[in-house]
């Protein structure tokens, strides 16, 4: 090989080698943008994940209180029954019947 071929070779090289450097160059820098990105979503993801825990736990706290209520509201609704049975029986006796079924 000639002089001027390995100084060709050489600088061919060398252009390769500043191609090659500013490309590791480049995706270091979308790695880097990309982590920030990754790290902003995490916590996003974090986030909103405590919001759904916390609305999860209100809505459990809304059904039990709900439950209760649905539970009174049928004890009170027997006690209702009961009172207006009895007084269609009074009802009843009263006009000389029998209280219907």
């Not at 000639?2 to 480049?26: G, H, L």
């Not at 880097?32 to 405590?50: D, F, G, K, P, Y």
Request: without cysteine; aromatic residues 4%; hydrophobic residues 40%.
């Amino acid at each position: 090989m000639t002089n001027e071929e390995i100084q060709r070779i050489m600088e061919f090289i060398i252009k390769r080698q500043e191609s090659f450097s500013e490309r590791v160059e480049q995706f270091s820098e979308k790695l880097e943008r990309m982590e920030e990105l990754h790290e902003e979503r995490i916590s996003q993801l974090e986030r909103a994940a405590v919001n759904l825990y916390n609305t999860v736990e209100k809505l459990s706290q809304s059904q039990r209180v709900l439950t209760v209520k649905m539970v009174e509201l049928a004890e009170a609704q027997a006690h209702t029954d009961r009172r207006l049975n009895a007084l269609i029986d009074i009802i009843a006796q009263g006009r000389g019947g029998t209280p219907e079924a």
